[in-house]
Structure formats: C-alpha cells, structure tokens
C-alpha cells in the first residue's frame, strides 16, 4: 500500500516567480485548486492509498507541492534544502510531520548543497535517478548516495521549463519510463535509454500540462487533464490505465499531480 502525503490548497497562491510558469498577476482560483485535490484524494483513496496531510502555514503559498520537501528512506527522512528562501520553511514542517507521525530520524546535506526532495530524486523501486542543474546541485549526490546506501542515477536538466526531474522524467517500473526529451542533454538521453528498455516520449503538447508529472502505482497512472490521445494510446499498449485530473490551477504555479505528491 502506497502511503501519500498531501497539503489542502487552502493557502495556495502565486506571490512570487522563481520558475517560467509562475506569473504574479495570474492567480490561481482557490475553489477549482479545492475540487481537483478532491479529486485527487478521490482517485487515491479508490487506488487504496494511504493519504495524510500537512497542516497548509500562512506565508507557504507552494507548500501545496509536497513532492519537494524532501524523501524517505526506511525510517530516515531527507530533508530539502529549497535553492529559494521563499520555499525554505516548507522543510521544517515537513520534518516535525515526520518526526512526529513516524518517529524518523532526519537527514540534513550541508546548507550550501541544494536539494529539492522528490522533485529531483525519483525511483522505480529499485534504483534512484537524480536530476540536477536547476533547483538541485549535482554535488548532493555523494551525500543522497551515502543516506540511501546505493547509487545514483544522475541526469542534467537544461530546459527551464522543465526544472524538477518529476516535471520530465517518470519511471512507471524498471523496464518503462515516460520522458521529455528536450529536457535532457544527448547524454542524458542515451543514459535513459540504456536504463530503460521502454522510453515513452512525450509530445509538446503532452508537456505543456506537465504529462510526466504522475503518479504510478502497478497499471493505474492519475497524471493531469490534457494529455493526448497519442500518449494514452503508448500508455495503454503497455497495459496502463489514465486517471485524468484537471490541474491547471497547479500548472500556474509550476505543478501537477506529482508535485502535489509525497510518496513514503
């Protein structure tokens, strides 16, 4: 069982830009941002996932995407270091939740090594891929190697647009993984395609609702309303199933359906 940790929209809000998306003057509608994590607790709860939720803070208006606080490791929550002060508070109350709810010890990298949790460090349930260059520092990678006890698989994000590894990257076992490839150098493309013996790319329109940010669990993906027929036809020749949420409240700020995801 999937356990998934959540934050209500109540506090939600676009008050500065730190990504391409984000534009102050187009302010997500409080009530639709409410009915699409309905939804998305509808589709989890039918899934048979375990869902928490933090407690939103005034002043954290993109506490809402709970995939960047961190991860988790057994019982050993690792803590983000946001490159921006905006976000740097969200990591607090993310390690109190932890602490708190499962007794876990946390794990810190130094101050000046960025880190944005789940947003750059993914898994398909037995290797770890990190994506670096935006938010996240390439130099994390020997301390997330050393608290996770293996290696990493390390990817470099050249697309702006595209800034979290979750934005572009999504493993849905060991074998499939669904990418945008502009988001990846020509090595980077060649390493994916040796890790994985199926790569679904997404078109251009397919990632201009951030189709690669899902959730996967065994053939069932809830991902975002939007996506086009030519990728749910790839999806479903490999057996998977698509839950559509409308998100295009999130999208204004730079998220979808993992973002607003935490998966332990």
Known sequence: MKRVLLCPPTKFDVVYEINPWMHVEIKPERASAMEAYRQ??????????????????????????TANVGNV??????????????????????????ETKFDMDA??????VF??????????????FFGWGKRSDRAAIPYLEHVLNTRVIDFELIDPYYYHLDT???????????????????????????????????NEADNRVLACNLVCAGKEIVLGKGITEELREKLAKFGYNTHEI??????????????????F
């Open 40 to 65: 998305l607790c509808e589709h989890y709860k039918a899934l048979g996932f375990e869902i928490y939720e933090l407690e939103p803070q005034d002043g954290l208006p993109d506490q809402v995407y």
């Open 73 to 98: 490791k057994n019982s050993t929550f690792i803590r983000a270091n946001f490159k921006y002060d905006q976000r740097r508070r969200e990591s607090d109350f993310a390690e109190d939740f932890f």
């Open 107 to 112: 794990y810190a990298l130094p101050e000046d």
């Open 115 to 128: 880190f944005e949790g789940q947003g750059d460090l993914l898994s398909d349930g037995e290797r770890y």
């Open 168 to 202: 572009c990257f999504a493993p849905l076992s060991t074998d499939v993984v669904v990418i945008n490839p502009r988001s990846f150098t020509p090595e980077g493309r060649k390493r994916i395609a040796r890790e994985f013996s199926t790569v679904i790319e997404a």
């Open 246 to 263: 409308d998100m295009c409240e999130y999208l204004k700020g730079g998220g979808s359906v993992k973002c607003c995801t935490f998966e």
